[in-house]
Nanobody, 124 residues
Framework: QVQLVESGGGLVQAGDSLRLSCAAS????????MGWFRQAPGKEREFVAG????????GYADSVKGRFTISRDNAKNTVYLQMNSLKPEDTAVYYC?????????????????WGQGTQVTVSS
């Protein structure tokens, strides 16, 4: 079992930056690939970014590529999402997720553990 707790969300203006954190506990964090997903009102949950076990491989949705950066600190059992140049369309609840198979892909069904989410609101 893995418990995930997101933090760092908030209300910002377009063009601002935020850094989300996701603290993990319960199992060896470094064994898991991690992902960030988001869900806007009335829309399906979508992949944002993924990172494999030791951080060497990352992947991003086209909509955030070049603006968002996923990273992890295995010593702190934490994964981060640095979000720059935020846009109103980035407004959503952001979730982190853990994949015990270590894949870190864009497919939400491959992630067994999920956090409760943190709200990010970007005003224009």
């Amino acid at each position: 079992q893995v418990q995930l707790v997101e933090s760092g969300g908030g209300l910002v203006q377009a063009g601002d930056s935020l850094r989300l954190s996701c603290a993990a506990s319960g199992r060896t964090f470094s064994n898991f690939a991690m992902g960030w997903f988001r869900q806007a009102p009335g829309k399906e949950r979508e992949f944002v970014a993924g990172i494999r076990r030791f951080g060497g491989n990352t992947g991003y949705a086209d909509s955030v590529k070049g603006r968002f950066t996923i990273s992890r600190d295995n010593a702190k059992n934490t994964v981060y999402l640095q979000m720059n140049s935020l846009k109103p369309e980035d407004t959503a609840v952001y979730y982190c997720a853990a994949d015990r198979q270590g894949r870190g892909t864009r497919w939400s069904y491959e992630y067994e553990y999920w956090g409760q989410g943190t709200q990010v609101t970007v005003s224009s």
